[in-house]
């Protein structure tokens, strides 16, 4: 499942390949629980939700990111260490490269998941090392499932984390840290729009199903001290 660096001991780190067998169990699993708990919610709310936080760093200036002996293992080893010290013990945190990494969060509140990105942001905004690095970090999330209808194909979990990576694109960004996270919107109950045509249509044009209201978007504003 994972490998360990000399200066993280005590920090498990997934690598990709984890991904392919633990990503697809975890979506089945976020999908039996939302048509358990939708059910039973007058609103159909999904209840628990599998949040999938996809981190990018990026130059401030140009193009260029350091390569892993000239800095960016280094890098990559404190993005790690940021990310433990948000997510609780029971989620996973996956090192894509040093540049891109995922947490995947369990059992979340819907209502409240942009806490972990103001919080990693925050930190991301005070590290001293990305701001000698002179990067920038985005965060994208999509807060799982997305449909009242959650029937995505679970082996095509790459997409969803697509749409991860997307969010965390989205946007001229300012300043050193940006987040953006997509979730279920109000309208989404009513429309009946399985999640097989949503994802694809999201990973596409995500602002037309948020005008609709069958999603919304939140943008993470920072605060100091959170």
């Known amino acids: 499942m994972s490998e360990r660096r000399a200066d993280q001991t005590d920090i498990p780190v997934a690598g990709p390949e984890f991904l392919k067998i633990f990503l697809p169990y975890e979506l089945r699993l976020a999908q039996r629980r939302a048509m358990v708990t939708s059910s039973r919610s007058p609103d159909h709310s999904p209840g628990a939700c599998l949040g999938l936080y996809f981190v990018r760093l990026e130059p401030i200036m140009g193009n260029w990111f350091p390569a892993p002996l000239e800095g960016g293992a280094q890098v990559g080893d404190h993005v790690q260490t940021l990310l433990r010290d948000v997510i609780r013990d029971s989620d996973i945190s996956v090192r894509l490269s040093d540049q891109e990494h995922l947490a995947v969060l369990r059992d979340i509140d819907p209502d409240h998941t942009y806490v972990v990105s103001q919080r990693f942001l925050t930190m991301a905004t005070d590290s001293e090392l990305l701001l000698a690095a002179n990067l920038r970090t985005r965060v994208g999330y999509v807060v799982y499932p997305l449909s ?4 995505f194909p679970a082996e095509q979990w790459e997409t969803v984390v697509d749409l991860a990576r997307k969010m965390s694109d989205r946007a001229q960004p300012s300043g050193r840290a940006c987040g953006h996270g997509l979730l ?3 309208a989404m109950a009513d429309s009946g ?7 694809p249509l999201a990973l596409r044009n995500p602002d037309s199903l948020v005008k609709v209201g069958q999603l919304r978007i939140q943008r993470i504003h920072l605060v100091s001290n959170v």
Not at 148 to 151: A, I, L, Y
Not at 193 to 199: F, G, H, V
């Open 193 to 199: 729009i399985p999640e097989s045509d949503l994802i």
């Open 184 to 186: 279920r919107g109000p």
């Open 148 to 151: 009242s209808q959650p029937n």
